[in-house]
């Protein structure tokens, strides 16, 4: 596709229960972030994919959270036993074309996935 | 550490008026400047960067934003102002020596443009 794609738009779900986020990057990106959006708040740097390196966890809020990337490509972000402070909207970007490592690739964002926790 | 501010939570703006929206940053190479945009129930979009070179970057949507090394800061400015123009803008930054991690975002600025 020619952007970031990410389902689904819209999660709700009762406390306790596990989700599971997907992000699609755009073709060839061989970073890939997620972020999460709270009401009120900027942006919080959740995990960073950077092609086969080891991923950089350092932003993810609890033990809770994790997120993998299969083949490079299609990433998963699995909130367990959600907690209502989990709502928010979690945004996924992906940037850098290979052969291009630099640190001043942009950042092209999906459309967010909005989980609501009841 | 790298660190963005954003000192308004909101500006508000007559249509047709120039808008100012403010960031300043804090890196400990050079900083390479970024501003995005969020329309209601959207992702970011990209409006325009600061890399090197002329201080003015001229962006999307008739946008541009002017670096100030010796201030550490990196303002949005439009000339004109449209109400199409109300959304979120987000500044932020990345370190020149950091290779390609994260962008550190400021909290966002609402801007309310009227008609």
């Known amino acids: 596709g020619a952007g970031v794609s990410q389902s689904p738009s819209n999660k709700v779900t009762e406390k306790g229960k596990d989700v599971e986020l997907r992000c699609d990057p755009i073709?060839?990106?061989?970073?890939l972030y997620w972020y999460r959006q709270s009401l009120g708040q900027g942006l919080e740097f959740l995990i960073y994919f950077q092609g086969n390196s080891a991923p950089d966890k350092s932003g993810l809020p609890s033990d809770r959270f994790s997120a993998e990337r299969t083949g490079g490509s299609v990433s998963t972000l699995t909130i367990q036993r959600t907690q209502q402070e989990d709502s928010a909207v979690y945004l996924c970007?992906?940037?850098?074309?290979?052969?291009?490592?630099?640190?001043?690739?942009?950042?092209?964002f999906g459309p967010g996935t909005r989980l609501t926790v009841l | 550490a790298q660190s963005v501010a954003q000192p308004e939570d909101q500006v508000n703006v007559a249509e047709g008026n120039p808008l100012t929206v403010k960031c300043t940053y804090s890196?400990?190479?050079?900083?390479?400047l970024f501003w995005y945009v969020q329309y209601p129930n959207r992702g970011l979009q990209f409006l325009l960067k600061?890399?090197?070179?002329?201080?003015l970057v001229k962006g999307s949507y008739g946008f541009e934003a002017e670096f100030n090394k010796s201030q550490t800061s990196f303002h949005l400015k439009k000339p004109s102002a449209l109400v199409s123009d109300s959304a979120l803008y987000f500044c932020a930054v990345r370190d020149s020596n950091s290779g390609n991690t994260p962008l550190v975002f400021g909290k966002g600025t609402r801007l309310s443009v009227i008609a």
């Open positions: 970007a992906s940037s850098q074309r290979q052969g291009q490592i630099s640190p001043y690739n942009e950042q092209f």
């Open positions: 890196v400990s190479g050079n900083p390479y």
């Open positions: 073709s060839g990106h061989t970073a």
């Open positions: 600061y890399i090197t070179g002329d201080n």
